[in-house]
T-cell receptor, first 112, second 120 residues
């Protein structure tokens, strides 16, 4: 069984540019989560999808971040325009209805 | 708001010895889950062990065990017979039970992590 995958593994962009991160959950997992870890700080929850619906997006930092999960399969997280403080590692996780969360390898975003 | 605190940014242990990683948390909930996740270098984060707050018995998974002190809101991880493959970042995490089991569990609250070094 394939695990959670994320693309790209690393992205370097300039301030003001746009970046889109992608997460492919484990097949059959309705729940999909996005987290972010800024250097030296905790991993912070960003939002949670149940299928294609946003269950909780209370962790999204601001309106420069847009997450989608069309069709309830893969998800994208777009940052537009990117700021320096957006640098960090973005993790995606998925789970079955009441199961543990399985994490992807993360996307390291560097904004210069 | 719930918080999770890992006070040890880095720990080092000799191979085959035992090490304990500390974690404290703050919550007003009575029912919740606690987790230890491990992230090896350049690899995915994986679940090491899970503890349900309503269970008094400490969870154990092979060489990994926890010391769960609910009143003290403490949840330490003990790794026995440390192996080189145990070298990783270890994260303590929390979620309220009603969220975790409710078919739409919300996100985990994590600590900052402890970098565990295994000395050969």
């Amino acid at each position: 069984e394939a695990g959670v995958t994320q693309f790209p593994s690393h992205s370097v962009i300039e301030k003001g540019q746009t970046v889109t991160l992608r997460c492919d959950p484990i097949s059959g997992h309705d729940n999909l989560y996005w987290y972010r870890r800024v250097m030296g700080k905790e991993i912070k929850f960003l939002l949670h999808f149940v299928k294609e619906s946003k269950q909780d997006e209370s962790g999204m930092p601001n309106n420069r971040f847009l997450a989608e999960r069309t069709g309830g399969t893969y998800s994208t997280l777009k940052v537009q325009p990117a700021e320096l403080e957006d640098s960090g590692v973005y993790f995606c996780a998925s789970s079955q209805k009441t199961g543990q969360q399985y994490f992807g390898p993360g996307t390291r975003l560097t904004v210069t | 708001a719930q918080t999770v605190t890992q006070s040890q940014p880095e720990m080092s242990v000799q191979e085959a010895e035992t090490v304990t990683l500390s974690c404290t948390y703050d919550t007003s909930e009575s029912d919740y889950y606690l987790f230890w996740y491990k992230q090896p270098p350049s690899r995915q984060m994986i679940l090491v062990i899970r503890q349900e707050a309503y269970k008094q018995q400490n969870a154990t998974e092979n060489r990994f065990s926890v010391n769960f002190q609910k009143a003290a809101k403490s949840f330490s991880l003990k790794i026995s017979d440390s192996q080189l493959g145990d070298a990783a970042m270890y994260f303590c995490a929390y979620t309220p039970m009603f969220m975790y089991s409710g078919g739409g569990a919300d996100g985990l609250t994590f600590g900052k992590g402890t970098h565990l070094i295994i000395q050969p």
